[in-house]
């Protein structure tokens, strides 16, 4: 089933490139393919010229010669022309060449010999471009030996036919075989520059699929530093107002000043994310503590009780503790600005194959088909994206109980963090 399909592909990228031969290598008259006309023109033209002197040494043909010369004189017009017309008949093509030659012999009964023996290889080495198929092929061969046997028998003798059938065996040969090389190799450079044309084409589409990866890459860090950054600094003062406005000025002294660590911690994280895309710098960090910390400004920032249950049984690669850290606080986040829960849960769990995190609050809940359809809400399609990067999945489901986030992901093991 297989060697068929390989096998229908296979024929028809040879008629693909067959055809496009035909219509570039003879059409086209300032590119590589001029020299094979012009190599032909110019046997045709000897062979013109060596059936004229063996006629003529035996007797002159006023009439025929001059038949004769205009018989050539359409064959190499044909030659010349068939791009246009082998590509659209080319049985036509060759019937009609075969004819000519034909009638070269009945013209020239002295010198035919030269004109058959000359001018039917080349014919049967040009179908060898037209058609490049062996059927064909044979069957033009055939039909151009039987007008050559006709021609012979007409014209000359049984004993002629003997000696000039051998003679045109060996010639047919000849240019056979250099039909095969050149139309290989015709067809090699065409695939060359097919290939090139292909190569071209897919390396414009890595660029621009590197630049759409890259983009969302900083807009996914622009987003979980500078925007979550900034959305922890407008919680800290809306919280820092409201206990002002009660006349709590300790309490809202303490907020300023957790409010300033976490803008210094913002920017830090900004910078770490350009020093990330500038040089692609890595850095250590213990995957348990930084979790602990994430879960320590969640709670200073927003008061909302956090229980954590966490078991690290094994050390991950840098890019998956880097995207964890990320969709853990941008789940936090979520929570903090959406859910008006009381209580979050989180679970972390790492074992030799498995990341496994929960993320669950007892909030309003929202319509889970409302992702990715809100401007300006892109926490929860950052977080599938990270989600994607490390090869993981997620399940997200909400209702007026609360909302439940797990996001299971290989561990991918790395250095000892």
């Not at 590509?87 to 004819?99: H, K």
């Not at 303490?254 to 911690?265: L, N």
């Not at 989180?346 to 990341?355: G, I, P």
């Amino acid at each position: 089933m297989t060697r068929v399909g390989e096998s229908e592909t296979v024929r028809k990228t040879e008629q693909q490139l067959n055809q496009r031969f035909i219509q570039t290598g003879y059409k086209a008259e300032n590119d590589g393919w001029l020299a094979p006309r012009v190599s032909i023109i110019i046997w045709v033209i000897l062979v013109y010229g060596a059936t004229m002197f063996w006629q003529l040494s035996a007797a002159s043909l006023m009439i025929g010669s001059l038949f004769f010369t205009v018989a050539i004189l359409v064959h190499i017009v044909l030659h010349w022309h068939a791009g246009t017309v082998a590509a659209a008949r080319p049985w036509l093509y060759f019937v009609i060449q075969g004819f000519l030659v034909y009638a070269c012999a009945f013209l020239m009964p002295n010198g035919y010999p030269a004109a058959l023996i000359g001018l039917f290889p080349v014919l049967i080495g040009q179908s060898i471009g037209i058609y490049y198929k062996r059927a064909k092929v044979i069957m033009i061969s055939l039909y151009y030996f039987a007008l050559f046997c006709i021609a012979v028998v007409h014209e000359g003798t049984p004993g002629e036919l003997t000696v000039l059938i051998p003679v045109l065996v060996l010639m047919m040969v000849v240019v056979i075989a250099y039909a095969v090389l050149f139309f290989e190799q015709v067809n090699a450079r065409i695939r060359a520059q097919t290939f090139l044309g292909e190569l071209e084409l897919a390396h414009r589409k890595v660029e621009e699929l590197t630049l759409a990866n890259e983009r969302q890459r900083m807009a996914r860090d622009l987003h979980d530093t500078l925007a979550q950054g900034l959305a922890g600094l407008i919680m800290r003062l809306e919280a820092v107002d409201a206990h002002l406005t009660a006349g709590n000025s300790d309490r809202a002294r303490q907020i300023v000043g957790q409010s300033m660590i976490h803008a210094r911690r913002a920017l830090s994280d900004a910078r770490q994310a350009i020093d990330n895309l500038r040089s692609k710098s890595g850095f250590v960090i213990d995957f348990t503590e930084a979790v602990h910390d994430e879960v320590r400004r969640f709670t200073d920032a927003t008061g909302i009780h956090i229980h954590l249950d966490i078991d690290v049984k094994a050390s991950l690669s840098r890019l998956l503790v880097e995207h964890s850290l990320h969709i853990m606080s941008e789940g936090l986040t979520n929570v903090a600005r959406h859910a008006q829960a009381n209580n979050v849960w989180v679970t972390v769990r790492v074992d030799s194959e498995h990341l496994v995190i929960k993320i669950r609050d007892d909030g309003k809940g929202f319509s889970t088909e409302l992702i990715g359809r809100q401007s300006g809400h892109y926490g929860l399609i950052g977080i599938r994206e990270r989600v994607r990067l490390i090869g993981g999945t997620i399940a997200i489901a909400s209702n007026h109980q609360g909302t439940n986030i797990q996001i299971e992901a290989p561990a991918v093991k790395g250095d000892p963090l």
